[in-house]
């Protein structure tokens, strides 16, 4: 299985690597493994190799979108290259957008098959749109919600090149680059598909405090927009837009955790291995850390081998082990002085992604060069994705000490987040950025400080961690379109009960959450570099943890769509106290 | 530029829309239209309008054909209404974090044409029982941005 998994990885790394060699660009940086191409929703790039008759007709106002115009860049006068780079070059921009989300990107240069449920089809022509008028794109629907599974949408990148491509225009000369017509007809490509899973353009108008710039942002009408802003600049999805898509469509990160550990030993470690629980039949780690301050990359996991009950439910029993050196700066590539910090961090990806699934953690051993663990273990708590008290209505993250010790929680910080934060920022001190570096801020009044004080978890104890209410106001939550509410007169006698109003509602508790909690052994055995001797007292570990936002039952758009609400799948372990 | 009047008849709070301005711009799936904002605060049709305003769209570049007819707003999803029916729209965005509805009502345009005031009366309203009614005469601006389709 491990194996396999690598030899996996391997490939994957190599066609990530050979498709970064050809595109200046870097396109979607997490590797989904098999749960690429098990996610939900389809947002098929079709480029046409000839006109295509059978495409749909969904146009108004003198627009047609059938036939779907064949895509040959040769009517794109001022564009140099090739097509095929062109192609591939516009995907990885539309892969790029939706990178955390649960939308697999593909292109195809034919009919996209009718195999998938939830499909979203763009089909990218090299015509003018044939009103004459300066249309890029066309949407058939702004789907509030994503409430229908199968859409499409049609682009005529050809007026790019009418208005964009002529003397001294932002695709001419020695602006036509691949990069900037890839980043126009590609952000054009991720605006309309955008709108068929539900976002509108005044979602494109709503900025976050510090936010940067609408033009940098995708869902803003299109008369926002100059060339240079379409050319120039690869657009990403607002805070606001990629929260409402978060919604629709899923995140496709599920759970993410660093850890800050001490070696607690006087020998060097030069592997790590964390033992894991998860309910999945196999398990995905789509994202590392990979940063300095670890001195290992490529985690592999083996497993499952065998199950194992905890608290009532049988999970299967995982192995995650960091071997593969890097430099970093508090030793040697891949190895751990005795006493030294040391940081590491995975994301998880499955295939099920109704709500993040529980990665348990059982145990934290550092090896030597013989594979033997060494004879103390960094300090850990485990912790599940959350669930809710059917009693209080607090959603709560539960703590455990599976450890031999007892163990002090505190300083645990929980705030909601609007996007997706870097793994490789949550760490002491990191940056509020998203993975490619772009700022952004918790929700506001989402930030909340918890067991500010000590607080004791002893061994085989439960710890409560209320990160949210089930009656708290979600960050988003707006009718939008009072649709079906009476298609003869929508002011007067209203059939109510066929009153269906859009509406778009965030994830609960938000986006994502994020959770930085210390993790202290007070009376840990361990080894003082400075002292050069084994010393008795406090070991802190520090997790930084990062959950995918989950559906509540009764929001709007998740009828048959799987499992409506995380928060009711998995029942609350128990004991749910302290103790 | 402007405008008359837009007298709100809420049983909420009154509001009132005095200024407008017309531009050419896009429906909600960016096809081309008449779009009309009405503000509170001058609004030269460029960047965002100050808020809160009322946002309408009309389908299409040749809206002559339209004047006079009562146009009845559509809901912002086109799914079920009927591929004939003109696509007219209108929003209001609160100014609240978050805040912007598509409304019922009716649009009647009495003229518009590229390079003039556009001119005429709407009677908007959410099934909560907040109601806009009133005319407008919007100033004509030019866009800085280019055709629809983000």
New interface residues.
Partial sequence: MRTRFLLLLAAAMFVLSAARAASAAPTCYINYGGAENAKPNRLYLYFPASNDATYPEF?????TTSPAHKFDPTELTSYTGSAADLRNRITDVVVDDYCEFDVHVEQTTSAPPATFARRNTVAIGTDT?P?A????????????GD??PVDFAR??AG?YQT??GGSGGALNGANSTLDRWARSIG??AA??G??NFGE???D???LGPGEDV?THH??????????E??AGYRRHFSD?EYSILASNVGLAIQTVWNWDFVNPNAQTGVKLRISILSPLPSLIVSWFYNGNRSPWINPAVAGPSGTQVFKGTTYNKYTLTWSAGQPWINGSPGQVPGGTQFHVGAGFSSVDFNAPDPIIITDVALLDGSDNPLPLHPRFASYDAGSVDQADGAFNVHFFNVAAQNLIVQNVVVQDLPRVLSLNQMVVGGRMVDPRGRPFRPFSEGVRRLFTQPTYLKRGAVLNVPVARLNQRR???????????N?Q???KG?D?AK?TP?R?VALFPSTTTYITAQVVDPQAKHWDPQRKRYVIGPLASTLFYQIAGRHLPGDPGRKGRGNPGGVQKKAAPTPTTKR | MLSLVSQMASAHVPVAFSHAVA???????????L?IYLTQRPFDGQ??PPKPYLHIEV???DWQPLVGRPL??I???????D?QTT?VRA?L?RGE??????????LRIKSAQPDRPVEGHY?F???AGQ?WAGTFRAAWQE????????
């Fill in positions: 146009g108004f106002s003198g627009l749109d009103t008028s300066g249309t890029f794109g066309l949407a058939q629907n702004v789907d509030t409430l229908i682009v005529w007026t208005l964009y952000g054009t605006h309309e955008g709108h509108s353009h005044g494109g108008l709503i609408l995708i869902m803003a009408s299109g008369t926002h927009f100059s060339g802003d379409r606001h960050y988003i939550d707006e009718v939008v379109d009072e649709r079906a509410c298609s007169d929508r002011l209203a109510t009153c859009g778009n | 531009v050419r711009g896009c429906t909600q799936e960016d096809a081309p239209a779009e960047g965002m389908a299409g570049t009845k707003l809901p912002l999803s086109r799914e079920g209404v591929p696509i929003e965005d974090r978050s805040a912007q509805i598509f409304l019922a009502g009716t009677d309203g959410t099934h109601r866009t800085r941005g280019s055709g629809c389709g983000g």
